[in-house]
């Protein structure tokens, strides 16, 4: 959330002549109503087992660079099948950046509160995964969308 995985995503993809896959607006398509409305109606849950679904549909195509949520390494699953013929970017930024970021607009289900507790608290939880899930890392805090596309391009090389 935050780092940056829609807008790097998109450049990435454009940049490697490749298809731009963003993996929430697939689960929204499906299920025929937007994310928040999803966590709201349906829960948490409901969601994750859309994410299973729409990341096992993704993972079979190639040629594309995929924006998964946030939430895509709480299960393994997701990972097992992405890892197969994907490199799998871990984007970070630093809790400051994101909480600037997610209070510019837009509604997070899993963020509800926009402070900075919670925010380092999801990512406390969350890191450990993302980094078993990681091929590699990069930090976007203070890099400009190109430099990230660019250090991205080469360490695919």
Known sequence: MGVGKTVVGKVLAKKLSKEFVELDSLIERKAGKPIPEIFEQDGEAAFRE???EVAKEVSQNKNQV???????????????RLRKDSVI???TASPSVILKRVSNGGE??????NNLPTIQGLLRFRKPFYERAADFKVNTSRA???SVVGQIIDKVR
Request: charged letters at 15%; hydrophobic letters at 50%; a positive charge.
């Open 89 to 91: 970017v871990y984007l």
């Open 66 to 80: 995929i924006a998964c949520g946030g939430g895509i390494v709480l299960n393994k699953i997701n990972i097992d």
């Open 50 to 52: 859309l994410e299973i």
């Open 144 to 146: 400009s969308i190109n």
């Open 108 to 113: 997070r289900p899993v963020l509800k509160i």
